[in-house]
């Protein structure tokens, strides 16, 4: 089992930053695959980056490429998003989520754990 919380989300201004953090318990941190989803109200859940259990692999959704960047500390338990240049269309609760093995998932029903979210919105 795997249990998952968000942190980080806030109100900003178009154009501005904000890093999210999701802690994960277990000692088995290391081997899951990890991911970070959004949902906007009246929208369906939708794929933001994910991150191997090394940090060798990562992979973005063509939305927030260059903008965002995943990234995870071991020792910590923890996966991060770091969000650049944030626009209007972010605003979301983001999510994450977890996957055990190594590979790199971009469809939220292969992810099996999942915190219960953290509300971004930009402002424009």
């Known amino acids: 089992q795997v249990q998952l919380v968000e942190s980080g989300g806030g109100l900003v201004q178009a154009g501005g930053s904000l890093r999210l953090s999701c802690a994960a318990s277990?000692?088995?941190?290391?081997?899951?695959?990890m991911a970070w989803f959004r949902q906007a109200p009246g929208k369906e859940r939708e794929f933001v980056a994910t991150i191997n259990w090394s940090a060798s692999n990562t992979y973005y959704a063509d939305s927030v490429r260059g903008r965002f960047t995943i990234s995870r500390d071991n020792a910590k338990n923890t996966v991060y998003l770091q969000m650049n240049t944030l626009k209007s269309e972010d605003s979301a609760v983001y999510y994450c989520a977890a996957t055990r093995g190594d590979r790199l998932y971009s469809a939220y029903a292969m992810y099996d754990y999942w915190g219960q979210g953290t509300q971004v919105t930009v402002s424009s």
């Open positions: 277990g000692r088995t941190f290391s081997i899951y695959t």
